[in-house]
């Protein structure tokens, strides 16, 4: 079992979907120091993981979705209010509570994509990972999944600003030698994809 170092949790801001907290924790040289943590957990998920038995969970589901009919890709260009500007990035959304990963990934995919999810490969997909630990305790499961349908924006969000891109090897490496603004995890999603693409050529 693990020691334990955080020892006090002091709310700062709360919001719906994101809240801030300084933490006290003890330091190797066992003196107390202080950090700041943005969350997207109650005050009694916290505590519990903190200083009870519970266990972390997936705030958020993140697709790397491989259209069959198409034979391609499928990223999303998207506006994000911290940048102020387009990013390149891929299907994603937050688990609902008490929400199965499999169920949020349909829904999300639908509602940002319009495609319809057809299967997950669990077997090459992620869970329980950390995509910037220094700053937030935000985790989600990256779910490899074929998709098919008409790309559509009937389903989004009065607010949300979404383009549904299938992209081939090919534009995927234009899009990289872009320089465009990027998620990393899209970054990823299409190096291994102009990969695979060589191997199989090879």
Not at 49 to 75: Q, S
Not at 135 to 150: A, V
Not at 155 to 168: F, R, S, V
Not at 173 to 199: H, P, R, T
Request: proline share 4%; charged share 35%; glycine share 4%.
């Amino acid at each position: 079992m693990r020691q334990k170092k955080v020892k006090k949790l002091t709310p700062i801001r709360k919001s719906k979907y994101l809240s801030m907290y300084e933490m006290k924790y003890e330091s190797k040289d066992k003196s107390e120091k202080s950090w700041m943590l943005a969350t997207r957990k109650s005050e009694e998920e916290l505590n519990n993981m903190y200083f009870g038995d519970g266990n972390d969970r997936d705030d958020a589901v993140v697709m790397v979705p491989y259209h069959i009919e198409e034979d391609k890709l499928v990223i999303i260009r998207e506006y994000r209010v911290p940048l102020d500007d387009y990013v390149y990035s891929l299907p994603a959304g937050l688990i609902d509570p008490g929400e199965d990963i499999e169920v949020c990934a349909r829904r999300e995919l639908k509602e940002e994509t319009g495609l319809d999810l057809v299967e997950i490969n669990k077997m090459d997909s992620g869970f329980g990972l950390y995509p910037s630990p220094g700053m937030t305790d935000e985790s989600f499961s990256l779910l490899y999944c074929t998709c098919k349908g008409e790309p559509s924006n009937e389903y989004l969000e009065p607010t949300e600003e979404i383009q549904t891109l299938l992209i081939d090897r090919q534009q995927a490496v234009e899009i990289l030698k872009s320089k465009s603004n990027m998620d990393v995890k899209a970054f990823l999603a299409l190096q291994i994809f102009i990969a695979v693409g060589k191997d199989n050529e090879n």
